[in-house]
């Protein structure tokens, strides 16, 4: 009986405790997204500059935060809405025209953004609404994901990585 009482004691703690744990590598993945820098100015309407983060596509304002690995677009010339944007990333100024791409990474300062592919300007321009806007929600959901990864990076008793 006693036993049981205690294995049913520990069991109940463990299970209170976990989601303290996921909270705690939740706040540390929040902590080591990569604020690389951000938007300074853009011309254009919304939608007419935007990112692409984790694979999604979001609209860029100016003031919003840059992160490791976004991949800044604007909508070419033939579009409706062509943009430009002026990014700043690591203490380093960019101007992107229309029609150009630039990622976000710690060779910012030494890259020449790029035209966009055929393939890029078509799916850009068969936008009919302009993507959401990235704002926190974005940064926070990079971070919540990356947390997710880490999590199950290390969930084993351990501590070690789990097998795939």
Same mark, same amino acid.
């Given at each position: 009986m006693r036993l049981i009482l205690k294995t049913t004691m520990i069991a109940t703690a463990l299970v209170a405790a976990?989601?303290?744990a996921m909270a705690q590598q939740e706040t540390a993945a929040a902590e080591t997204v990569n604020e690389m820098g951000s938007v300074t100015s853009l011309s254009g309407e919304v939608g007419s500059v935007v990112v692409v983060r984790d694979g999604e596509l979001y609209s860029l304002a100016e003031g919003d935060v840059l992160i490791e690995g976004d991949i800044?677009? @604007?909508l070419p010339e033939s579009a409706a809405k062509p943009g430009t944007t002026t990014l700043n990333v690591s203490g380093c100024e960019q101007v992107l025209q229309p029609?150009?791409?630039i990622?976000?990474?710690a060779a910012f300062c030494n890259t020449t953004p790029v035209a966009l592919t055929g393939e890029q300007i078509t799916a850009l321009g068969g936008?009919? @609404?302009a993507p959401p806007g990235i704002g926190a929600a974005g940064i926070l959901g990079g971070a919540v994901a990356a947390a997710g990864a880490a999590a199950a990076a290390t969930n084993n008793d351990d501590g070690n990585s789990?097998?795939?």
């Open positions: 976990a989601p303290v800044v677009q @604007t029609g150009q791409q990622v976000v990474n936008l009919t @609404t789990a097998s795939p």
